[in-house]
């Protein structure tokens, strides 16, 4: 190169160009062989740039309700995780207005219908699963875009063009292997992000044609009760009837729940509703089933229960605090078999599954180690285990005088509702609007 071309363009001072203030002034056709080097560059750096503005804006794109990204039932969701556990929960509102109104905020109150559900690690027809993740570079940062599928139907009490829908998500957890750790869990999975919101149309339900579906809860206006859609039969809105309308009325038969502290508080609301404890007894007991005396207080329970109906959930919130998931396995078997069969009169045994934890109310949940294992991931799992066990025993124990099953309401996906616990900052406990819809569910399936 020419001397004189070289005192133009050699970087002096770490300076990307710098002009040389004492180079004779040089020919016009030489200010062009600089701009031949310069427009280049400046295109890559305006590129680089806009690409991460693009990026940037992702997580802002996804819950822009003005932009629709649902294709086929898919959730995309833009994280600084590959695998995230992520909750969603779609809420129904009555279409006034032909769906046009954009709804921005997280309340509750005006819905009709909703469901709130926690994704699943695995497909095996679940209601919420990850189907791809694609890795993106957000300046210095990787993010990922997983899409998720929305595995689930319309509510069944109503009809299309009765509601308009939105759904709500965030990341829950950093990934399954985490939230799944035993006491003591060595970090806390939990991150509970910020909440986004879009628009979700009746056509965007895309279900598989085997998956079941999800539990979604329903009334007719912000007034009344929550109540399970599968114990109404028709539109809720015209000709619905309720099948259970005197759930919270006394029974002619006798009740005992047996459990840890959310079952207690539940049986309790039900002697409260009733103003009377009649054919109704309440069991607490605490710790997890790998203590002794914690173990036999529940196999006492089971062993002498005269009550006709004996609803149990063995430690669930306890287990999934402190406990280990492999141990639970081996003490929930061994508990199953202290429930008598071949008495003279009928009993009927039903398996509870544990009620949801919400993290995301308890504020010092990262300064609070003992707490890291509490994961709702944990509880699904302890459900998952104690539901199979009582199916094979059912199956053993098939023209028994003593029935055994699971209740078919999952209380998981009902219990899912961070804006009622009983205190605030209670991650396991409920009010009294959670447990009114958890009794109805119930008390709905054993009549």
């Not at 129904?92 to 109150?109: I, K």
């Not at 957000?138 to 829908?165: A, V």
């Not at 998952?384 to 999952?410: C, F, H, W, Y």
Request: net charge neutral.
């Amino acid at each position: 190169m020419h001397r004189r071309h070289r005192q133009l363009l050699e970087p002096k001072g770490g300076g990307i160009f710098t002009i040389d203030t004492n180079a004779k002034k040089k020919p016009r056709g030489h200010i062009i062989y600089y701009w031949r080097f310069l427009i280049p560059f400046s295109i890559v750096v305006l590129l680089a740039v806009r690409s991460n503005l693009v990026d940037i804006s992702l997580p802002a794109a996804a819950s822009d309700p003005n932009e629709s990204y649902a294709k086929a039932g898919l959730l995309p969701v833009t994280s600084a995780y590959e695998r995230p556990i992520i909750i969603a929960t779609i809420r129904g509102y009555l279409n006034e207005d032909g769906c046009t109104t954009t709804r921005h905020d997280n309340n509750s109150t005006d819905a009709i219908a909703t469901v709130t559900l926690l994704s699943e690690n695995e497909q095996d027809n679940g209601t919420l699963y990850q189907l791809g993740t694609a890795k993106r570079r957000l300046g210095m940062k990787t993010k990922w875009e997983t899409n998720f599928h929305l595995n689930i139907r319309p509510p069944t009490s109503f009809e299309q063009g009765d509601l308009c829908f939105a759904v709500y998500w965030r990341v829950e957890y950093v990934d399954y292997e985490s939230s799944i750790s035993d006491f003591p869990s060595g970090s806390c999975s939990f991150r509970g992000s910020p909440t986004f919101h879009r628009p979700w149309r009746w056509t965007d339900f895309n279900p598989s044609l085997d998956s079941t579906n999800a539990n979604w809860l329903v009334r007719r206006s912000h007034e009344e009760r929550w109540v399970s859609s599968s114990s109404y039969e028709g539109n809720i809105l015209k000709d619905g009837r309720q099948l259970c309308p005197t759930s919270l009325q006394e029974r002619d038969y006798s009740i005992v729940f047996i459990g840890d502290s959310q079952p207690y508080y539940m049986c309790q609301h039900l002697i409260w509703e009733l103003q009377s404890s009649r054919n109704i007894r309440c069991s607490k007991i605490k710790q997890t089933l790998s203590i002794e005396t914690t173990f036999q207080a529940y196999a006492n329970e089971l062993e002498n229960a005269t009550e006709n109906v004996v609803i149990f959930n063995p430690s669930g919130l306890w287990e999934a605090a402190y406990g280990s998931i492999d141990l639970f396995r081996v003490n929930f078997q061994r508990l199953l078999d202290y429930i008598p069969s071949g008495r003279k009169r009928h009993q009927s045994f039903f398996f509870a599954p544990t009620t949801a934890v919400h993290p995301i109310v308890y504020g010092n949940l990262s300064n609070d180690d003992k707490k890291w294992s509490m994961t709702q991931v944990r509880v699904r799992e302890i459900n998952t285990i104690a539901e199979q066990l009582v199916m094979n025993e059912t199956k053993r124990r098939v023209g028994d005088t003593i029935s055994l099953r699971v209740l078919p309401t999952p209380i998981d996906a009902l219990s899912l509702n961070s804006e009622d616990p009983k205190t605030p900052g209670d991650m396991r406990h409920f009010g009294n609007r959670t447990n009114e819809m958890l009794l109805e569910a119930i008390l709905c399936d054993l009549d």
